[in-house]
């Protein structure tokens, strides 16, 4: 039993090994690198049966074994149904490709049709979607709502890397599973009703849809809105977003143009009593947050949407 239960241990930390540099020393397609994640799950699987064969503390600790046990047991589930037959086991919703739109900055809003269920979310969260095209995999990926609740299903990509450069090969009628939503990235969540929000670039998605969702109770609102582009060709949505703010007094669109006037930083925006909502680039989002904790704001003010999977 020792000898298997070392052979279980070498295995599950060879797995994890190679995992690890592969995800931290080497940059591989999404769908590769998404892939070569589900052996982790392999890697815990023998890293438990290892826990339970080597003897110690887990062998003699009958609460610690039944601990162990029960966490371990509902992990292996957990990555049976959510990683392995994830397609036959969690929930989708089917759409199709109704309106495929060409904006500046290499932006694309798509638009879908629901073929029989609708997805309910909130402004702000995002998705994983498959879409089935010719020249697109058939991978998952995040995708930010840019439609408000109620309205058609859209989403906004920008192109950016390997699947998203092919974003402009999809055509209408093409297939697509939603699964989701996730986030809690609302503006709603907060208390706070002063609030500063900052897009960068395509980080304008999330930010689009609770625009868009904006209704007369939302007028005791007081939000500043930075939108930070490279150049103003880059401004994707800048007519509908002026359209809105003539509706909302209390909203104040600041059009960043950092080629003007160089990147956008926290001594650019009065902040210090707002909740902060920040979407963008990577370097961006962890640039900002480090100037606002410099300037004393407290880190739970500071709420960032950070997944960055192209």
Not at 197 to 213: D, E, H, K, V, Y
Not at 215 to 234: A, F, M, P, R, W
Not at 237 to 255: R, Y
Request: contains cysteine; proline residues 4%; charged residues 20%.
């Amino acid at each position: 039993a020792d000898n298997w239960a070392q052979n279980f241990g070498t295995i599950g930390l060879f797995v994890m090994i190679i995992t690890l540099v592969i995800t931290f020393y080497t940059k591989l397609k999404y769908q590769i690198w998404k892939f070569t994640h589900k052996f982790l799950g392999l890697a815990f699987i023998f890293a438990f049966l290892h826990t339970f064969m080597i003897g110690g503390d887990v062998a003699t600790n009958m609460g610690l074994k039944i601990y162990l046990f029960v966490l371990g047991i509902g992990a292996i589930i957990t990555y049976f149904y959510r990683t392995l037959f994830a397609d036959y086991l969690v929930r989708s919703f089917d759409y199709t490709v109704s309106n495929v739109k060409a904006l500046p900055d290499k932006i694309w809003e798509i638009e879908f049709k629901p073929k029989n269920r609708t997805v309910d979310f909130i402004p702000g969260q995002f998705a994983f979607i498959k879409l089935y095209s010719k020249e697109l995999s058939s991978e998952p990926h995040p995708f930010s709502f840019s439609s408000a609740p109620g309205e058609p299903l859209k989403i906004a990509i920008k192109e950016l890397g390997d699947y998203t450069n092919k974003i402009n090969s999809l055509k209408v009628g093409d297939l697509a599973k939603v699964e989701g939503p996730f986030g809690s990235f609302n503006f709603k969540n907060f208390d706070n009703k002063h609030q500063v929000w900052i897009a960068g670039g395509i980080g304008i998605t999330p930010f689009l849809s609770m625009l868009r969702s904006l209704n007369n109770t939302d007028q005791d609102y007081k939000i500043d809105l930075y939108y930070s582009v490279k150049d103003s060709g880059c401004l994707a949505f800048k007519e509908e977003i002026e359209e809105i703010a003539k509706k909302f007094k209390n909203l104040n669109i600041i059009f960043w143009i950092s080629k003007e006037k160089g990147f956008l930083t926290a001594n650019s925006m009065n902040a210090e009593n707002s909740d902060i909502l920040i979407c963008g680039p990577g370097p961006m989002m962890s640039a900002l947050k480090k100037q606002f904790l410099d300037k004393g704001i407290k880190k739970n003010k500071i709420h960032a949407e950070e997944f960055q999977l192209y």
